[in-house]
């Protein structure tokens, strides 16, 4: 088994109950199952579980956030980890990697800016911001906006720094003749009147477009679109 086949996707951390008592994560839960599964022997799994977890160690914002002796104390834990059922070695596991359920509780922000980069640097993206990120296709620069939970009143803002950074990009390249793209974000009235401020044209969707990069999509989606010229007479040097 290689611990790299273990796959997990960033997301935004769920809203914590007030009343919650313990932190589960199902994702910490799903990874130590199929290590118990793959894994042949108890040393195995005690390894391959302590290789991810020096992985997410080593990741920020946990490696600033976690104290030292709380990092040696959990990695010294899983030197004893020794249940041959499942069920019991994922809730151990469980509890090992509790500070750090307890860091994304406390600091959801600073995690949601790290899951962020990652998935924009997974879909090789460029990152502009904390959020926004884009990427080149033919004419098209196309903006990409990362889960924004934690910044969700600073989107416009993040939306504006980042078109204004993009200035550079688009006057180096005279083929991009386009700025902005397609998303179902677009069409709902936060977003579609928000691109409308910073400049967007707002259209349909053809129904080839609509076929081929949006056929599983069931809600509405919509163009917010920028001409070269209108781009560059907007954000470009005055």
């Not at 994560?25 to 022997?41: G, W």
């Not at 950074?165 to 936060?190: C, Q």
């Not at 349909?204 to 999509?217: C, I, K, T, V, W």
């Amino acid at each position: 088994m290689n611990p790299e086949r273990i796959k997990t996707e960033p997301r935004p951390e769920p809203a914590q109950e007030e009343e919650q008592q313990t932190t589960i994560d199902p994702e910490i839960t799903r990874v130590a199952s199929q290590i118990f599964r793959e894994a042949e022997t108890l040393q195995d799994r005690s390894r391959f579980a302590k290789q991810i977890l020096l992985g997410a160690l080593d990741q920020e914002p946990t490696r600033s956030l976690l104290q030292e002796e709380e990092r040696e104390r959990m990695l010294a834990e899983f030197d004893e980890v020794t249940y041959e059922d499942e069920r019991t070695f994922a809730e151990q596991v469980q509890s090992i990697v509790e500070p750090i359920g307890r860091l994304k509780a406390e600091h959801p922000l600073e995690y949601e800016d790290a899951d962020a980069l990652t998935i924009m640097e997974q879909q090789g993206f460029t990152p502009v911001n904390e959020r926004v990120s884009y990427s080149l296709g033919d004419d098209l620069l196309q903006l990409h906006l990362a889960p924004s939970v934690e910044r969700k009143d600073q989107i416009e803002d993040m939306y504006q720094d980042a078109l204004e950074k993009i200035v550079a990009t688009v006057e180096a390249d005279p083929n991009i003749t386009r700025v902005g793209g397609a998303s179902w974000l677009n069409a709902t009235r936060t977003y579609g009147g928000m691109k409308e401020r910073l400049g967007f044209t707002l259209s349909e969707l053809s129904e080839e477009d609509r076929e081929a990069h949006f056929a599983d999509e069931d809600r509405p989606v919509k163009n917010a679109l920028m001409t070269r010229e209108e781009f560059l007479s907007r954000y470009g040097k005055k």
